[in-house]
Structures are given as structure tokens and as C-alpha cells.
């Protein structure tokens, strides 16, 4: 498994080098995230546990690593995490069955008979 504290290091090293050629490109990032930050609806916790949730099934390691920290600074307790984890998984399995009948779609396309109607 990964050094998650070392990995994080390691990235923020990189993108200190985006940083120094494209800095408004980290700068409108940061503002993106602080403006998501100011919710009013959503408490911190529930927002990173979504934030996992979406990181699992992006399969963003820099996002797990962030997420699962601000969550824990947030109060999320391992429960809490694993069951936001299961969203995910259940979102991933529902979506590779909608991809697997747009696949039967695509499939149908390429061996219909010459000439055949649609």
C-alpha cells in the first residue's frame, strides 16, 4: 500500500511546479474548492464523505488521500467512511451495467447484416 503522507508530499512538490508555469490555473482550482467549502446546507463531514465517494469512483489516489484526511479532521469516524465507500461501490457496479448495455448497443451496431435496417 501506498505512503499516503509521503504520496501527498510528492504531489504538492508537482504541482508546485504547475504552479510556477500556470499559476492561475492553481489558483482558480483553489478557488473552486474554498467556494465549496462555504456550503451552507452540507456540514463538512458530509461533504468529504461524498468528496470519498466520488474519489473512489474516479479512482483519484490524490483524492483519496485529501478526502480521507479533511474527513477524519471533519469527524468522520471509520463507519461513516466505509459506508460512504459502499455508495460508491454500489454507483460503480450501476454504472457498468448502463455501460455494459451501451456496449450490447455498440455491439449491435457493428454485426447487423449489410444493409440491414436499424
Given at each position: 500500500m501506498l505512503d499516503?503522507?509521503?504520496?501527498?508530499?510528492?504531489?504538492?512538490?508537482?504541482?508546485?511546479?504547475?504552479?510556477?508555469?500556470?499559476?492561475?490555473?492553481i489558483k482558480a482550482y483553489s478557488e473552486l474548492h474554498h467556494a465549496n467549502s462555504a456550503s451552507i446546507h452540507l456540514d463538512a463531514k458530509t461533504r468529504e464523505l461524498i468528496a470519498l465517494a466520488v474519489s473512489v469512483t474516479l479512482r483519484c489516489d490524490g483524492c483519496i488521500n485529501a478526502h480521507t484526511e479533511a474527513a477524519v479532521k471533519a469527524g468522520a469516524s471509520k463507519d461513516e467512511v466505509v459506508e460512504a465507500l459502499s455508495v460508491a461501490?454500489?454507483?460503480?457496479?450501476?454504472?457498468?451495467?448502463?455501460?455494459?448495455?451501451?456496449?450490447?448497443?455498440a455491439l449491435d451496431t457493428y454485426t447487423k447484416p449489410a444493409g440491414a435496417a436499424s
Amino acid at each position: 500500500m501506498l505512503d499516503w503522507e509521503q504520496y501527498r508530499d510528492e504531489v504538492a512538490a508537482r504541482l508546485r511546479d504547475i504552479r510556477v508555469t500556470k499559476p492561475d490555473i492553481i489558483k482558480a482550482y483553489s478557488e473552486l474548492h474554498h467556494a465549496n467549502s462555504a456550503s451552507i446546507h452540507l456540514d463538512a463531514k458530509t461533504r468529504e464523505l461524498i468528496a470519498l465517494a466520488v474519489s473512489v469512483t474516479l479512482r483519484c489516489d490524490g483524492c483519496i488521500n485529501a478526502h480521507t484526511e479533511a474527513a477524519v479532521k471533519a469527524g468522520a469516524s471509520k463507519d461513516e467512511v466505509v459506508e460512504a465507500l459502499s455508495v460508491a461501490i454500489m454507483v460503480n457496479a450501476g454504472a457498468a451495467m448502463v455501460y455494459s448495455a451501451r456496449t450490447m448497443d455498440a455491439l449491435d451496431t457493428y454485426t447487423k447484416p449489410a444493409g440491414a435496417a436499424s
